[in-house]
């Protein structure tokens, strides 16, 4: 197996960083550190990767992150991709919360600066067309996650076809009474698996209650928090209605919130209503949550790889890769489970 600064790292008894710095000849090491990691590196015989040694000789061997939330933990879990892909090829990340759209464009045109970064990376936010203009005219790499736009390269989780699954989930279970938990309506994940949760009990013969559908009004990452769930069950015995035997939850995050507010209220999940959530973040386990897992570690490495092909060749096809999520099944949906 091939040497890596992973290693170099754990011999030298230096972090990660480090190594990359003095592999890259940065001028931030001190001359004793440099000495110790380069006799490491030639000691285990290593073999520097030859295109990261290119870009950081010709760049600046950092790239631009712009997200909505950094408290989220979709992008907590995307963004361990996208750092630990960069630390293995010598690059440095510059992380942007971008709250709202209008931040994101006014970050997105300050990365066209030449020389300032080698690309940018966004990350569930719309892209303007004059934006989009300016990164083609400049020939800078961008590259979208958890949004599209067809003149660059795309990461994206099927958000319609992974709602699908959840609600054919729950009518397979026998559910008939089946309710959702969105986010805003605003956030495209949240309208798309609005519009598939709905197209999923239409086709299956199944009644749509409005009454029993609550989308957040809340601002805190666009309604994707314990909050918005735990709110949103209040609003439904606030209407006085019947609950539903089922709910189908835009993320596991408000899923927690969703469980927290039935429970005060003494129902039990799954005896009382069954629960399918979206994400599959490291909680959800412990939550016994039956989601939709999004491979979102998976999607921050792959848009760092896609990052440094583009850079290594900008005239390259434009493509889109789009991620089917899992269905995970555990306790809260009151099934076996496989």
Known sequence: MAVTIYDIAREAKVGIGTVSRVLNNSANVTRQTRDRVL???????????AFAQALARKRSSTLNAIIPFFSNYFFIQVLQ?????LIAHGFDLIIHGANTQEQAEEYLLHSTRKGRVDGTMLFSLGLPDHVAQEYVKKDIPLILVDTFHPMFDSIRVDNIEGAKRATKHLISLGHTSIGMINAKEKS?????????????????????????????????????????????????????????SAFFVSSDIQAIGVIAALQEHNFSVPDDVAIVSFDDIELAKYFELTTMRQPMFAMGELAVKKMLERIEKPSAPVSSINFTPDLIIRSSCGAKKI
């Open 39 to 49: 006799t490491v590196a030639a000691k285990l015989n290593y073999q520097p990767h």
């Open 188 to 244: 495209v994940p949240a309208r798309e698996r609005l519009m598939s949760f709905k197209e999923t009990l239409q086709s299956s013969g199944i009644v749509i209650f409005d009454e029993i559908i609550v989308n957040s009004t809340l601002d805190k990452d666009d309604g994707f928090s314990r909050e918005s769930g735990y709110e949103a069950v209040q609003e439904l015995f606030r209407r006085n209605i019947k609950m539903p």
């Open 81 to 85: 991709g996208v750092q630990e892909t």
